[in-house]
């Protein structure tokens, strides 16, 4: 009594006493800017939405059209058009920057309101008595982004959000190009924020961060234009998440050897630069923490020193509301085995370079 | 490349678009109160922490005791101790009168601090400048509950939630007794509000259930405890979790046919006195949707008359943030076959006596 699309393997479990509580099924990929697999652990060809692990991907056309040359964008804004951010005074501050250097105002968002992600940001909002607008919403650097880019374009900024907007069909193919993958109608789905969000097999998605993070793939003025949109995000990683998020404690210590986004419905993506490799993980239920847990073991795998730096995303404790430990969430033995069984970095390389 | 505990079917689907999002790997079982399995859907003898689902067991010295009738308490007071609430007023209230007429105070509360579930009274809380207390924790009924019942038998209400003091050695008795289940102490996690919770196999819940809906298989003092406890939560549904949370809404417009409670880490579970019937589910990755969704599936094909009632609980739709539709969230096709073969209610119970 299964189906076939259940039988992925545990990727995390949360351990509570000495019992396994919960676990998480998964899969997750790693490739190289070619394609070649450096790891399959569980089924990297199932279609998965990507959500906003792809919105470096997204935030291509704001700088390889010229929109951020010609209105002088900086880190934070090109940090904050590839980010989930929290919604702190920071974030809302580079949001606005960018929507006014290009000559428009918060009325031009389409991504829907929500309360900010950062707790403090929130309280703050409340016990000024103000409701959350759409420049609160976690997504909506990357709509600033997507407007920004529209208007360098001469493309009516209104209707930006849609499937049939120039910019969205321009943003297909560029993840289809970077990911080598053919995206069918059949497979849209319209995201949390109301953009298209187009599923892919985690085997194309790492193998389009792989190049994301390397260049390497991809036309010049592309390849720049991912390079420029990295080193933002390593410059101004508070601006890609918020205090306390993944993402922004990731790249706050690794940059520029790591480059990490998450999206909505556990995915979890990432670039290694200097070994040029890219990972894809989902999480089969959609959980935020599994795979974080399991995107962060495959890092330190993949990049032994960094391991220590990673230890509170590897291995973490759970508190109850007294502060008592009571368990831990971690990476499945299956998980680790698999890893293991890849080697170190440079025979993880040679095998990749002997199946070009 | 699988581990024999990730094999459980596919609880609930999410669907966005076209194509399976995510989807709850889990097991439900559906129990009589002599054990007998009606539906044992995915893996029911793997032990689960049954966290805050089995509260009304919890509660059952506080009436049992005779706490409840020397402090003369109410509907909202038993309910509130067999609640995981939203930290809204009323609950707040039923709390601090049920501490009162033991005659303690918050002080003794050893639940630890949390903002209030209810995004309502944590803006208000917020907004009067206050921070959270040990009252708004949601499982503070419960903890009052241990505490009057500490008090009423001569117990030191000092130290009521640790694993070693009477009145844990004493729920422990009755959870093995109602489920039919030796709890072994390499069994023991501490729960999120530090009291002891014991795994179990779902099939052993179930059976628990189906006893304190039905007092079948209990002691007489014990079967007369459940049932005021789950009258309490009968009249007084809003005291058992909160505004638009499952239990409060299901039993709302269904008691005195369906008691429901969830728990933490995707436990949910019911009793049908009507049918004598007891049912527990657990996704595997503790999210609370498809425990939630499961477990409404499986009350529809038990009782089909309360199918239109639960609409909203069977097939929800995915809004966006600007209030579109990108989706739903339903029972797998696979549940829906396991619960099509069990038939008509009649049917259920005739093969339940037969095996008797």
Redesign the interface.
Known sequence: ???T??????LVE?V??????????GAIAVADPQGRLLLA??DVER???PRSAIKAMQAIPLVESGAADAFGLGDAELAVACASHSGEPVHIEAVQSLLAKAGLDESYL?????WPVSETAM?AL??A?ERPRAIH?NCSGKHAGMLAASVHLGLDPRGYERPEHPLQIMIVGIISESCAVALAP?????????VP?W?LPLAALARGFARLGTGEGLPAERARAATRLLEACFAAPALVAGERRFDTLVMGKLAPAVFVKGGA??VHCAALPGLGLGIAAK?????KR?AERALAETIAALLPEVRPALADQLDGEIL?????S??RIAA???LQA?LAALGSPARILARSASKG
Chains 1, 2 share one sequence.
């Open positions: 009594m299964r189906e699309n259940s039988a992925n393997p545990t949360v509570r006493g000495d019992l396994v509580e919960s676990r998480h099924a652990f569980g279609p998965v939405f389409g991504c829907g309101a929500h309280r409340i016990r008595g919403n059949s497979r849209m789905g319209i995201d949390g924020c109301s969000t599923a419905e556990g999480a089969d239920d959609g959980a599994g109850n509301w007294r502060g008592t009571v368990g499945s033995a299956e698999a």
